[in-house]
């Protein structure tokens, strides 16, 4: 398995039938229909964790991470802790498993476009074989729901947000209750003593608190977007 790792992330993106024709400059990229994009981040059996949609489907994925609020709890000190040994090295950082257009961060874990020795090659089969399961989320989303695999004929954007949200929460449901082990889903949201998970957050006050803020923001963006860290972690794996 992959120590660490707290999913797969990539992009999905949703044709939009009905897009006002003057806004087709703004959602139609290398596509031919002007499209929606939707950022999510699944696991193994599938579950999604994550959601956000409504960025116009002409932009990239690395410009949609930066409108994702993927990185929201991070920064405000409010994301569970992680704690991991790879190689005989502590890391407290997890990671996402993404695809070679996102940027070489230490929270997100690309593939070896050109691997040369047999551990790289092996590191590379096993990243892109996992990798596999966020297409396998969007497909199944899509084949249980198939208003998100056709062109929506829908006007407004909130509308569909409220859908594809709406299809994502039910195809959960479907996971819980198919999966095999019921109390899996428990250990997530309950603590060592079997209260509920509980998760502090930063209270916002005075000017000074304003500045400490901001300060450990900048050092928090520092630690997840290390390059240094990423390409060490990726040796370690």
């Known amino acids: ?6 999913g797969c992330v990539d992009v999905m993106k949703w044709v939009w039938k009905n897009c006002p024709m003057a806004w087709r400059g703004q959602y139609q990229g290398r596509e031919t229909h002007p499209t929606i994009a939707l950022e999510a981040i699944v696991d193994s059996r599938l579950y999604f964790w994550h959601a ?48 070679g257009i996102y940027p070489e961060w230490q929270i997100l874990m690309k593939t070896i476009s050109e691997p040369q020795s047999e551990k790289q090659k092996l590191y590379a089969k096993r990243q892109e ?10 497909g199944g989303v ?16 909130d509308t569909m947000e409220k859908i594809i949200i709406a299809c994502i929460i039910l195809h959960n449901m479907i996971i819980d209750d198919e999966w ?19 998760v502090d957050k930063i209270i916002r006050g005075t000017v000074q608190d304003s500045q400490l803020i901001s300060k450990h923001i900048a050092t928090v963006r520092q630690e997840y977007m290390s390059y240094e860290e990423h390409h060490r972690l990726k040796a370690d794996l």
């Open 142 to 157: 899509q084949n249980r729901f198939h208003i998100t695999a056709r062109p929506c004929k829908l006007l407004y954007t």
């Open 180 to 198: 095999e082990d019921p109390e899996l889903n428990q250990k997530y949201l309950k603590e060592k003593d079997g209260t509920n998970f509980k």
């Open 52 to 99: 956000f949609f409504g960025v116009p489907g002409a932009q990239n994925d690395i410009n949609f991470l930066d409108c994702s609020p993927l990185f929201t709890s991070l920064l405000e000190g409010s994301a569970p802790q992680v704690r991991y040994v790879v190689n005989d090295r502590m890391y407290k950082m997890g990671y996402y498993l993404a695809d």
């Open 1 to 6: 398995g992959w120590i660490g790792c707290m």
């Open 129 to 138: 074989s996992r990798r596999k399961d966020m297409e396998r989320g969007f």
